[in-house]
């Protein structure tokens, strides 16, 4: 049984022959993309022995051995093959950044389905960075936190920077969920903030840039 942020990235995989997810820890969502049938072989990768491990026992569990490759492998390392859509999730922003920076040469044009747990901005620098743009950028609300789950096919896009920092996508509507986002986001900078107040040495850079980011979100709410 899939959570929201894996069910939400399930749903903007595209169908393929081949498929790959990157940092597949688990293997729940390679998994369920090949029960479903959107794609027909999965790449499960991961950097971690163990980790894969655990994935390798998934595949048992569910008798997909014969559809599934496990390697053991740096990010986009585990491209052996062209895969038609490859997924980065479950790591921070600067992670997944590096990720495609380092191996974009792999993907061959595959569509990507990313989910970071911090610095969105780095991610979304990246993708345009190397020659991809955002086609769907869908939030969620699992385990008690919001995430930001995007699709990106291939194609260069010019962002702004209000664009890399708070989305291309995400603020063009305002929705419910989007409301509590916005409001979780300000009260996240919030306690960051007062971290940064009560260090010893003040960053004054980093505590500008909360200030910018959360009156930009009260901004948005008061549209």
Excluded at 76 to 103: F, H, P, W, Y
Aim: a neutral charge.
């Amino acid at each position: 049984m899939l959570d929201e942020r894996l069910s939400l990235a399930a749903s903007l995989y595209e169908p393929c022959d081949t498929g790959a997810d990157i940092g597949t820890d688990h293997g729940l969502l390679p998994c369920h993309v090949l029960k479903e049938n959107i794609c027909r072989r999965m790449i499960f990768a991961d950097v971690s022995p163990k980790a894969l491990r655990h994935a390798e026992e998934q595949v048992g569990r569910q008798d997909l051995a014969g559809r599934a490759r496990l390697i053991c492998a740096d990010g986009l390392d585990a491209l052996v093959e062209k895969c038609g859509c490859v997924s980065v999730m479950g790591m921070g922003g600067e992670t997944i950044a590096s990720i495609l920076t380092r191996g974009h040469t792999k993907l061959q044009g595959a569509v990507l389905v990313l989910s970071a747990h911090t610095d969105l901005h780095l991610v979304r620098q990246a993708v345009r960075d190397i020659g991809y743009h955002i086609v769907r950028e869908e939030l969620c609300r699992a385990a008690g936190r919001f995430y930001v789950v995007w699709r990106a096919e291939p194609g260069a896009a010019a962002l702004t920077d209000a664009e890399i920092r708070f989305g291309p996508l995400l603020m063009k509507n305002m929705t419910p969920m989007l409301k509590e986002y916005i409001t979780w986001r300000i009260a996240v900078l919030g306690e960051r903030q007062r971290g940064l107040l009560a260090a010893r040495e003040l960053d004054v850079s980093a505590i500008r840039a909360i200030r910018r980011d959360i009156a930009f979100y009260q901004a948005k709410l008061e549209e």
